[in-house]
Nanobody, 126 residues
């Protein structure tokens, strides 16, 4: 069993910072899984933002968030974080975390991930 639950989304103003959390409930080892953050805006496809490998030493970012968002994980808490800075209205979306069991190569393909959370809404007002 491997379940993910996101939290931390809320309404913020342009330029604000926000931390999202993704907590895994699992009977397996959390370190067997790489985790990614995606987002989906209304009328758009779900898009990859960042990935992190099992140890936290390997990260990947898409150009749209590189330099503004930081992915990290605390394996002692079964948690992956997404720190978002300088938020813009175009960052408004539902944010999802997704897990994939090792071996893992950073992928933007939704079907490559085995487990998904329910999402958390981030709204950035102008």
């Amino acid at each position: 069993q491997f379940q993910l639950a996101e939290s931390g989304g809320r309404l913020v103003q342009t330029g604000a910072s926000l931390r999202l959390s993704c907590v895994a409930s699992t009977s397996y080892r959390f370190t067997d899984y790489a985790v990614a953050w995606f987002r989906q805006a209304p009328g758009k496809e779900r898009a990859l933002l960042a990935t992190i490998n099992w140890s936290g030493q390997g990260t990947h970012y898409t150009d749209s968030v590189k330099g503004r968002f930081t992915i990290s994980r605390d394996n002692t808490k079964n948690t992956v974080y997404l720190d978002m800075n300088n938020l813009k209205p175009e960052d408004t979306a539902v944010y999802y975390c997704a897990g994939k069991k090792r071996p893992f190569i950073a992928s933007a393909v939704v079907s490559d991930y085995d487990h998904w959370g329910q999402g958390t809404q981030v709204t950035v007002s102008s």
